[in-house]
């Protein structure tokens, strides 16, 4: 009987899901990035404690995908679109009417997921004028990696992957490491359950990340690939890739601090998931499709006896949820002293704005701090550092601001665990300055844990999301007030209690 051996720490939270030179060491068990002096100098500010809000800053892009931040002293923001064209965004100017790169004869965006999908900028570039577009290719929707010379107008296609099955699960995010090389994402070919059950297989690049070296040619190739990639010499296996097991990892980033990589993972339907590895953490399997998140997928892609390496933070659907939009970590200077080291992250169809941040301990500290714009489809940054998000429909760039708000609620946790039972009681309290009147509060379960009884409220479980309301007796929390309420689980191992609470859409402190 195979079993899975989790490579990493187990992260104890859960809630909302789904639709979109470092050497290699393929071994290891530590996930966990270091903590750099830069990545401790992290704020302090609780996450509840946290607001997010936006303000558009352009309209009429029509459909945007990706955005980037030219190092060249202009301040300018470049923006693909799917039908194969880029705009620039000028803070002085706004948003410029005249593409600077079309390629849309270049271009298949048949499909809601094909198009012009990724952009990413060399460090260079800005005397080499040379950037790097992924997209997928008539006439049957290859997923392409192209080098473009902007002053030159000229289209280079580097690499290629067939993807003609379904026209879903492209990826298509590009990013240069701070090794210097250039790393590619692609999904799994589409589908459902990966039918090509390409995930798990090293012959192809479909549910992969890539690295390759752009910056110089090697034999028939237009690139090279790094000599400490994960397989290099492996038999079978294609060279250029650097993780695998993923199913659509639409959007991932590099911390600048600490060199660690953030990947947003598309679940199938149950759930969503955020990865962060340490630098150099080539040769990983993240599990896709013998898991889904945290949890054994039915009918799934599974190797006896394989290392998979767990996601840091996953969501269900039964909270609006869809699609993860992975985001990045904040490393600016407006916001620093509140969110400088958060990771924050959307989802295309909740529009939920969450915030991760390690707590120092293995685990990471979670919140919902407030809601992005409809269908964000990426989140970006200046050079220096300040968070941009676009989204799909109806095609706009708004800034995304930060500032600090206690919140209104706190909740207290007593947990008395014995065999597979725990009972969890919970006290919340009004720490605002108005009566609450009428009250949900929700929270999410670690996977394995079940609902068997409650009191002081009217609990309904859904997957593993809580919605717990008021019983008529305890409706109003008065200013400073508490009420008390509790539940019964039974678990499969885990026994863990809520990481986060929401009271009436509202984060809560969480207290012991």
Not at 86 to 99: F, I, Q, S
Not at 484 to 493: K, M, P, V
């Amino acid at each position: 009987m195979s079993r899975r051996r989790w490579a990493g720490p187990l992260l104890l939270a859960l809630l909302l899901t789904a639709p979109l030179s470092f050497p290699a060491t393929a071994d290891t068990a530590d996930t966990v990035p270091p903590r750099t002096e830069a990545a401790q100098a992290a704020s302090a500010v609780p996450l509840p404690s946290l607001s997010a809000t936006t303000t558009q800053v352009a309209s009429g892009l029509k459909r945007p995908t990706a955005l980037v931040a030219p190092d060249d002293g202009t301040d300018r923001l470049f923006i693909t679109e799917k039908s194969g064209t880029v705009r620039v965004y000028d803070p002085d100017t706004g948003l410029e009417a005249t593409p600077v790169i079309d390629i849309t004869s270049a271009v298949d965006e048949s499909g809601n997921e094909r198009g012009l999908l990724g952009i990413a900028l060399p460090p260079d570039f800005a005397e080499s004028q040379d950037l790097y577009l992924a997209y997928t290719a008539p006439p049957d929707g290859a997923v392409t990696l192209a080098r473009y010379r902007l002053d030159e107008s000229r289209l280079e296609v580097l690499l290629s992957q067939p993807h003609s099955e379904n026209s879903n699960h492209n990826g298509g995010q590009l990013a240069f490491g701070p090794d210097g090389n250039l790393y590619w994402s692609i999904g799994d070919g589409g589908g459902s359950a990966d039918p090509l059950r390409s995930a798990q297989h090293l012959d192809t690049l479909l549910g992969k990340i890539m690295r390759i070296d752009v910056s110089r040619a090697c034999g028939a190739l237009a690139y090279c690939v790094p000599a400490d990639n994960p397989f290099v010499g492996t038999s079978g296996a294609r060279e250029e890739i650097w993780l695998y097991g993923l199913r659509n990892p639409w959007r991932f980033s590099f911390d600048s601090a600490d060199g660690s990589m953030w990947i947003g993972d598309v679940g199938q339907g149950r759930w969503e998931e955020v990865d962060h590895l340490s630098p150099g953490q080539g040769g990983l399997n993240l599990g896709w499709s013998c898991y889904e998140g945290l949890e054994k997928f039915d009918g799934g892609d599974c190797v006896s006896g394989e290392t998979y390496t767990e996601p840091v933070f996953t969501y269900s659907p039964y909270t609006g949820g869809c699609s993860v939009i992975g985001g990045r970590v904040y490393r600016g200077q407006e916001y620093a002293g509140l969110v400088g080291g958060t990771y924050i992250a959307t989802d295309y169809c909740s529009s939920t704005v969450w915030a991760l941040r390690p707590d120092g301990s293995g685990g990471y500290e979670q919140a919902e701090i407030g809601e992005m714009p409809t269908q964000v489809t990426s989140i970006g940054a200046t050079v220096d550092g300040e968070l941009y998000v676009v989204n799909d429909l109806p095609g706009g760039l708004h800034r995304v601001s930060f500032a600090q708000e206690e919140p209104t609620c706190r909740v207290d946790r007593t947990v008395t665990t014995w065999g597979t039972g725990t009972t969890v009681g919970l006290t919340v309290t009004n720490t605002g300055s108005t009566p609450v009147d009428g009250w949900t509060l929700e929270f999410p379960l670690a996977l394995g844990q079940t609902v068997v009884s409650d009191w002081n409220t009217d609990l309904t479980q859904g997957s593993n999301t809580i919605k717990a309301v008021n019983s008529p007796h305890n409706a109003t929390i008065a200013p400073g007030a508490s009420i008390t309420l509790g539940y019964l689980i039974e678990h499969t191992g885990d026994a863990s209690s809520p990481p986060r609470f929401m009271l009436n859409g509202d984060a809560c402190a969480v207290g012991h």
